[in-house]
């Protein structure tokens, strides 16, 4: 078993900055890729920010150049850092990380809520 556990969400006033923080621990071998996801009420799940296992990034269009990714291969961490949020930027944000142990499995985390309003 894997356990993602979220920290970090909250809520901000437009223009603000929030910075998220996921740990996964249990059985782990290696961790593939890690990387978050939100969902807004009435949307479907969508891709955030990625950091793949070679060390590259993706992110949303949505969010490029607001967002940052960034990963702690040793604690097994990825955190994003989130500026100059926007109202649309509300959603839940889950962590997602592809860990192998041996096999390889996709985990997520509890989701953490991140609302922007003024």
């Known amino acids: 078993q894997v356990q993602l556990v979220e920290s970090g969400g909250g809520l901000v006033q437009p223009g603000g900055s929030l910075r998220l923080s996921c740990a996964a621990s249990?059985?782990?071998?290696?961790?593939?890729?890690m990387g978050w996801y939100r969902q807004a009420p009435g949307k479907q799940r969508e891709l955030v920010a990625l950091n793949t296992a070679g060390g590259s990034t993706n992110y949303a269009d949505s969010v490029q150049g607001r967002f940052t990714i960034s990963r702690d291969n040793a604690k097994n961490t990825v955190t994003l850092q989130m500026n100059s949020l926007k109202p649309e930027d509300t959603a839940v944000y889950y962590c997602?990380?592809?860990?192998?142990?041996?096999?390889?499995?996709?985990?997520w985390g509890q989701g953490t809520q991140v609302t922007v309003s003024s």
């Open positions: 997602n990380a592809q860990v192998r142990s041996p096999y390889l499995n996709t985990w």
């Open positions: 249990g059985s782990i071998f290696s961790i593939n890729a």
